[in-house]
T-cell receptor, first 111, second 112 residues
């Protein structure tokens, strides 16, 4: 089974803090994705990566950056957290075919 | 905490009945579709997928139907159980990238 893990289930940060969300997959997948999920808006793609050190912007990259130094790890960075970045953050890894497999999510609250 | 399904349409079914969850997709060029299940506080879980060269695919207690003419996808769950209670959403792949386009979902509530 594909396993995608995220570093934290719940996180509370203050406005202006730098926040790191980490995601690890154990299936040697090349493609990884970061989404945020908000009520009524569904899943929105922030960034994705096709391979180590490669990244592309998704639909809502503003305020975020990513890092992919190793194939199994994809990190999402909030350079200066703001209250409108309070959300559920989901990482996914692309498996066989086009199915994406998700981690458990990190619920981030910015106060 | 706030639920991801706060503003979603809801389908309520009795335990043991069959459930049908519908999804209208947006892109006529989409050639791959997935259904996900998301329980409260958890990440989405892959249920079943289907390619556009098929109109039906069956899994364990689930069936996905694809109608390309009207761009409609449905998920049928047989003998619905309390553990099926969750938000279900579909996703489509337009064919030109590895990205998926996600629907907003339907909440399924199973009552005894």
């Amino acid at each position: 089974d594909v396993k995608v893990t995220q570093s934290s289930r719940y996180l509370v940060k203050r406005t202006g803090e730098k926040v790191f969300l980490e995601c690890v997959q154990d299936m040697d997948h090349e493609n990884m994705f970061w989404y945020r999920q908000d009520p009524g808006l569904g899943l929105r793609l922030i960034y994705f990566s096709y391979d180590v050190k490669m990244k592309e912007k998704g639909d809502i990259p503003e305020g975020y950056s990513v890092s992919r130094e190793k194939k199994e790890r994809f990190s999402l960075i909030l350079e200066s957290a703001s209250t409108n970045q309070t959300s559920m953050y989901l990482c996914a890894s692309l498996g066989q075919g086009l199915a994406q497999y998700f981690g458990p999510g990190t619920r981030l609250t910015v106060t | 905490g706030e639920s991801v399904g706060l503003h979603l349409p809801t389908l309520s079914v009795q335990e043991g009945d069959n459930s049908i969850i519908n999804c209208a997709y947006s892109n006529s060029a989409s050639d791959y579709f997935i259904w996900y299940k998301q329980e409260s506080g958890k990440g989405p879980q892959f249920i079943i997928d289907i390619r556009s060269n098929m109109d039906k695919r069956q899994g364990q207690r689930v069936t996905v139907l694809l109608n390309k003419t009207v761009k409609h996808l449905s998920l049928q769950i047989a003998a619905t159980q309390p553990g099926d209670s969750a938000v279900y959403f579909c996703a489509e792949n337009p064919g030109d990238t590895d990205k998926l386009i996600f629907g907003t979902g339907t909440r399924l509530q199973v009552f005894p």
